[in-house]
C-alpha cells in the first residue's frame, strides 16, 4: 500500500492513466451526444494529458517541481472542451501537490478539492450533469469517508466508487444525454483515467499493444454513392531488379517521370541507390502500379482515397500580409485551407487550420505571428473556446479579447464588417460581437446510428439539422432536410440573406434544388454560395 507520493510515483500515475484513457479512446470517441461521426473526446483527453506527461518524462523524487512541470504543460496543450476542464481539474491538484516534498492522504483529498474548485472557474457557466459532477461528486465523498481511508490506495479507490455512480446518473441531470443514451463523456475519461491510476497503485500490468492515440484520423463514412471522387493518392517505394529491367540493367529515370506524368498529377519521385520512391494523385491507381512493377519490386505502396478525410493532426498557421499600423490583430481558425485563406483574404492576421480542436499552444503560436497591441480571437467552434480563453490568459505579449464566435459562418459574417481603421478597439469588438449575435446557424450531416431525440425519429444515415445542442429536423435527403429547415426558420423569422456553406460531399444538383427552393417561395432573398473542403458536416446554413 502506498501512504505518500513522491515525484516519481506522480508521474506513474499519469503514466497509467493515461494508457487506460488511450484503451478506451474509442469508446470515449463513441459516446456522442449527437449521431454524427465528430466524437474526438477520448482523442482530445489523451492528447491534453499527455502533452503534460511529455514535460515530466525526466521526473525525479521531488514533487514539487514535477508537479509544477505538469501543471503548466497539461494548460498548454488542453484541447476541446473536456480537455480544458480536464486540465484545469489537474493543473489545481498538481499546483497543491508542489507546496510539500511528499503528498500524504490529507495533502492529497485537498489537492483535489482545489482541481474541482479550478475546473469550475474554467467554465462560465457550469453544467451538471457532465465532467465537473463527476469530479466534484467523487471528492465530496473522499472528504467525508476521510476516516476509512488508509493509504492512497483506497483513496482512489473510494474517489473510483463514487465517480462511476455519478457518471451513470448523468443522464438524469443533463436531458441531452438521455435522449442520445449516453452518460457523459469527460465524466467517462475521468473515471477511465482514475481506473489506470488504481492499476499502478495495486501494481497491475496494463497491456496499451496497438491502442496507442496517433495524431491521425480516417473516417470512412463521409465517402457514399453520392460524394465526389477526387481521386487517389499513391504512394510507393520501389526496388529496381536486374530480372525486370533485363540483359542490360539500364533504367532511365528521366523517361521514367515523363511516362508517370501521363497518368497522373501532383508528381514528387526521387531516385538513389536503385530505389525509387514516388507519390502521385491518380484516378487510376492500378496503372500506376502496373507501369512501376514493370521495372522492379514494390517495398510498400500506400493508396488513400482523396475524398476521405485523411487527417495527420499537424496544424498550419496561414499568416497575412502586414495591413500597417494597425489597432489590433485578428487570429481565427478555419477547419481547412479554403476557408483559411478567405479569411486571411477578409482581413485576419493568422488563421490556424485544423480539422480537430486545437490546444492553448496552438493559439498562442498564431498570435505570436501578430504585432499588434491587441488581439481578437474568432474561435469558430464551440469546443475550442475553452482553450482560447486559456490562451488569452496565459498570453502576455498582448491584450487578447476571445470573441463570441462559434462556427465559421459566424466569423464570415463578422470579418466583412470590420473597420480595420477603427481605432478604438472596444467599438471594434462590440461591432463584431453584434453581427455574431444576428447571424443564425444551422449546420447538416449525416447519423451514423439509430436513434430518438425529443420525438424526432432518426435512423442511420439519415440526415439532420442541427442548432448547436438541438436537432431540429432529420430526413432521408441532404436538399429536403435542408429545405424544410430553411422553410421553418424563415417562417419564424425571416431573413434577407442565406449564405450556404457547402462541404466536398454535396452535389451541384442538391444546391440548385435548394437555391430553387428558396427563391420559389422566399424571392427577395440574396443567396450566397460559399465552398469549404468539410466532410463530417455537408452544410452550414446561416441567416442574415
Known amino acids: 500500500m502506498i501512504e505518500r507520493i513522491d515525484g516519481i510515483c506522480y508521474k506513474n500515475m499519469i503514466d497509467y492513466g493515461v494508457r487506460n484513457l488511450e484503451i478506451h479512446c474509442d469508446i470515449l470517441n463513441g459516446l456522442n451526444v449527437f449521431p454524427v461521426p465528430d466524437g474526438d473526446t477520448g482523442t482530445n483527453l489523451v492528447m491534453t494529458v499527455k502533452n503534460g506527461l511529455k514535460a515530466i518524462e525526466d521526473a525525479g523524487e ?106 451513470e446518473n448523468t443522464p438524469d441531470l443533463l436531458p441531452v444525454l438521455k435522449d442520445a443514451g449516453v452518460v457523459d463523456s469527460g465524466g467517462a475519461g475521468i473515471v477511465f483515467f482514475f481506473e489506470g491510476v488504481k492499476k499502478y497503485l495495486d501494481g497491475e500490468k496494463l497491456d496499451v499493444s496497438g491502442k496507442a492515440v496517433k495524431d ?71 496503372r500506376v502500379l502496373d507501369f512501376c512493377h514493370r521495372f522492379g519490386e514494390f517495398l510498400s505502396v500506400k493508396i488513400e482515397n482523396m475524398s476521405v478525410q485523411h487527417t495527420e493532426n499537424q496544424k498550419e498557421i496561414m499568416v497575412a500580409a502586414k495591413r500597417g499600423d494597425c489597432s489590433f490583430s485578428i487570429v481565427a481558425v478555419a477547419p481547412d485551407k479554403l476557408l483559411g485563406r478567405m479569411f486571411i483574404d477578409m482581413g485576419a492576421d493568422a488563421v490556424v487550420i485544423s480539422s480537430e480542436n486545437i490546444s492553448a499552444e496552438d493559439y498562442i503560436k498564431a498570435m505570436d505571428k501578430t504585432s499588434a497591441g491587441e488581439i481578437l480571437i474568432f474561435p469558430n467552434n464551440a469546443n475550442t473556446v475553452l482553450a482560447a480563453m486559456q490562451a488569452a490568459g496565459l498570453y502576455e ?148
Open 62 to 167: 521531488d514533487i514539487a517541481p514535477v508537479a509544477q512541470k505538469f501543471a503548466r504543460a497539461i494548460v498548454f496543450g488542453a484541447r476541446g472542451n473536456s480537455g480544458v476542464i480536464s486540465s484545469q481539474f489537474f493543473k489545481g491538484i498538481s499546483e497543491y501537490f508542489a507546496k510539500s516534498d511528499k503528498v500524504d492522504i490529507e495533502l492529497f483529498v485537498c489537492a483535489l478539492e482545489k482541481g474541482v474548485k479550478a475546473a469550475y472557474e474554467a467554465v462560465a457557466v457550469p453544467s451538471e450533469g457532465t465532467i465537473l459532477t463527476v469530479i466534484r461528486e467523487a471528492t465530496q465523498y473522499v472528504r467525508d469517508n476521510l476516516q476509512k481511508i488508509t493509504s492512497i490506495n483506497s483513496l482512489v479507490e473510494l474517489f473510483l466508487e463514487q465517480a462511476r455512480i455519478s457518471l
Open 216 to 286: 491521425n484520423y480516417v473516417n470512412y463514412l463521409d465517402f457514399n454513392r453520392q460524394s465526389k471522387f477526387y481521386g487517389y493518392c499513391t504512394e510507393c517505394l520501389i526496388q529496381l531488379t536486374d530480372a525486370k529491367l533485363g540483359c542490360d540493367g539500364n533504367f532511365d529515370y528521366e523517361s521514367f517521370k515523363g511516362e508517370l506524368s501521363q497518368l497522373g498529377d501532383s508528381i514528387v519521385t526521387s531516385f538513389d541507390d536503385s530505389k525509387i520512391r514516388v507519390h502521385i494523385h491518380s484516378f487510376t491507381p492500378e
Open 397 to 544: 505579449k498582448a491584450k487578447v479579447t476571445v470573441l463570441k464566435c462559434k462556427d465559421i459562418a459566424k466569423c464570415y459574417s463578422a470579418l466583412a464588417i470590420v473597420d480595420y481603421d477603427e481605432t478604438n478597439v472596444e467599438a471594434v469588438t462590440e461591432a463584431v460581437n453584434e453581427t455574431i449575435e444576428n447571424v443564425y446557424t444551422i449546420t447538416i450531416a449525416r447519423s451514423v446510428r439509430t436513434m430518438t431525440y425529443s420525438e424526432i425519429k432518426i435512423e442511420e444515415n439519415d440526415y439532420i439539422a442541427m442548432d448547436g445542442d438541438d436537432i431540429l429536423v432529420a430526413g432521408k435527403t441532404l436538399q429536403d432536410t435542408a429545405w424544410e429547415v430553411i422553410d421553418k426558420t424563415m417562417a419564424e423569422n425571416e431573413r434577407s440573406i442565406i449564405n450556404l456553406f457547402y462541404g466536398l460531399n454535396v452535389l451541384e444538383a442538391q444546391l440548385e434544388y435548394i437555391e430553387e427552393k428558396i427563391r420559389e417561395k422566399y424571392m427577395y432573398c440574396e443567396i450566397c454560395r460559399i465552398p469549404t473542403e468539410e466532410r463530417i458536416y455537408d452544410l452550414s446554413v446561416s441567416f442574415e
